[in-house]
């Protein structure tokens, strides 16, 4: 098992079933069965896809009477945010640099047109 919780929440992302999950629980709570309706899998299957994203912190299920509503833990988003706004920073500085070094550089003229009766 991973230890560390931005590598189990990226894991658990990395199927598309679960985030499609995850999308359908941004829109508010949902029963095993409401998010199983969409998919051609089994409610075990959907339960275990569920035990994935609880086990990441992306989920919680409570209880309410019988239903049993699956919430989205939209703060799990905000670890997952700050890892990649780390890395986004560190990239639009590297493609600043690459602009700076671009528009020191001379402008070339325009390349000569082809011989006639070759093809372009």
Do not use: N
């Not at 969409?38 to 989920?59: I, M, N, R, T, Y």
């Amino acid at each position: 098992m991973v230890a560390d919780p931005l590598s189990r929440v990226f894991s658990a992302l990395a199927d598309p079933t679960r985030r499609d999950m995850v999308a359908r629980l941004a829109i508010g709570d949902a029963t095993v069965s409401e998010l199983a309706a969409p998919f051609d899998v089994s409610l075990q299957a959907v339960s275990k896809h569920l035990k994935v994203l609880e086990d990441a912190g992306l989920v919680s299920r409570s209880r309410d009477a019988q239903r049993r509503p699956v919430h989205l833990e939209a703060e799990v988003f905000d670890l997952m945010t700050k890892w990649i706004e780390r890395y986004r920073r560190r990239a639009e500085a590297r493609y600043r640099r690459l602009d700076d070094v671009l528009r020191s550089m001379p402008e070339e003229s325009a390349p000569p047109p082809p011989p006639e009766g070759t093809a372009s």
